[in-house]
C-alpha cells in the first residue's frame, strides 16, 4: 500500500512538472542557425597566349639562329660543334700570318676559349649562382635537372651571348642576348624592339614585354629586358619539352614556410619581452622543437 502511495505522488510531482518544463522549453530562444560559409569565386583562369604560326621564310630565318645546334644535344656535342666554329675561325687568322710565335698565340687562344665555354656549365641543383639574378634569371629553375653553359658570341662584328639550356642532359632551348649598341639610346625601349622583330620574323602575340611566335617543331620569344637590365634577347625553344619542365618546376615548388598555429598561441611577435613569454621560454623551447625545429639560443 505504501508502494502504491509512493508511486501515486511521484506521478502527481511529474504531472505537475511537465507543463512548467513545456513552457520553459516555448520560452527559450532558438539558437541562430550558423551562417553558412560564402565560398569565393575562384579567378578566372588565364587565357594561354596563342602565338601566331610564322611564314615559311621567316621560319627560314629563325632557323638559322641555331647555328649549326639542334636539340637533344648533349654538352659535349654542344661543345663539339663550338669546337668546329672554333677551329674553322682561328684557323683563317693562323693562315693569314707566316709568324710562329704569332701562330702559336692564336693556338693558345683557340684552346683557351673552348676550354672557358666549358667552364662556365653548371647545373640548376639549388646552390645559389650568379645566375639566379641575371638576364636569365626567369628561364630556368632549381633541382628540376636543368643546366646551362654560355658562349660569348663576338666575332664577325657580332657581340652577343648564347645561353645554352639543358634538360636531363639535353638541349631544349637557347636564349640569344642580342648587341643592343647597334641601337640608338633614345630609341632603346620596347616599341622600337617590336617593331624590328616584327619586320623580321612577322606579327606576333604581345604580352607583358614579350613576343611569341610558332615555328612548328620550335617556338620563339623576343624578350625585352632593358628596364631591369639593359638588354634584349631571343629565345628558341623546343615547345613539347617546354610543357614538361613546366610541369616539373610546378611540383618542385616551395610550399610556403608557415609557423605553427601552436607556437603563435604561445609566442607574442609584437612584445618579445612580455611577462608570459619569459615565464614559458622552457614551454616555448619544447614546442618548436616538438614540431621539429631548433629552440633558439640563450
Do not use: C
Amino acid at each position: 500500500m505504501r508502494r502504491f502511495r509512493s508511486a501515486l505522488i511521484v506521478s502527481a510531482l511529474l504531472g505537475l512538472a511537465s507543463p512548467a518544463l513545456a513552457a520553459d522549453a516555448k520560452a527559450a530562444p532558438k539558437k541562430p542557425a550558423a551562417a553558412k560559409p560564402v565560398a569565393k569565386k575562384a579567378p578566372p583562369p588565364k587565357k594561354p597566349i596563342v602565338a601566331p604560326m610564322v611564314s615559311g621564310d621567316k621560319k627560314k630565318a629563325l632557323a638559322e639562329k641555331f647555328a649549326g645546334f639542334k636539340f637533344g644535344m648533349t654538352k659535349d656535342e654542344v661543345l663539339g660543334v663550338l669546337q668546329k666554329q672554333i677551329n674553322e675561325r682561328y684557323e683563317q687568322q693562323i693562315k693569314q700570318t707566316t709568324d710562329i710565335t704569332t701562330q702559336d698565340k692564336l693556338r693558345k687562344e683557340k684552346k683557351a676559349e673552348l676550354n672557358r665555354i666549358s667552364s662556365t656549365y653548371v647545373n640548376f641543383d639549388g646552390h645559389k649562382t650568379g645566375w639566379d639574378v641575371s638576364i636569365v634569371e626567369n628561364e630556368f629553375a632549381h633541382n628540376t635537372g636543368e643546366s646551362m653553359m654560355e658562349r660569348w658570341e663576338n666575332d664577325n662584328g657580332k657581340n652577343q651571348r648564347r645561353f645554352f639550356f639543358f634538360y636531363n642532359q639535353k638541349l631544349w632551348k637557347m636564349y640569344i642576348s642580342l648587341d643592343v649598341s647597334i641601337i640608338p639610346e633614345d630609341k632603346r625601349n620596347f616599341d622600337t624592339f617590336k617593331t624590328v622583330m616584327q619586320n623580321q620574323y612577322g606579327k606576333g602575340a604581345i604580352e607583358a614585354g614579350t613576343i611569341y611566335w610558332r615555328a612548328g617543331d620550335f617556338d620563339v620569344r623576343a624578350v625585352d629586358r632593358l628596364k631591369d637590365y639593359g638588354a634584349l634577347g631571343l629565345v628558341l625553344e623546343n615547345p613539347k619539352v617546354r610543357s614538361e619542365v613546366l610541369a616539373l618546376r610546378d611540383q618542385h615548388k616551395a610550399a610556403p614556410q608557415t609557423t605553427s598555429p601552436v607556437i603563435n598561441a604561445i609566442v607574442d611577435k609584437d612584445n618579445k619581452d612580455h611577462p608570459d613569454v619569459k615565464s614559458n621560454s622552457g614551454a616555448v623551447d619544447q614546442v618548436i622543437q616538438a614540431q621539429g625545429g631548433t629552440a633558439p639560443k640563450k
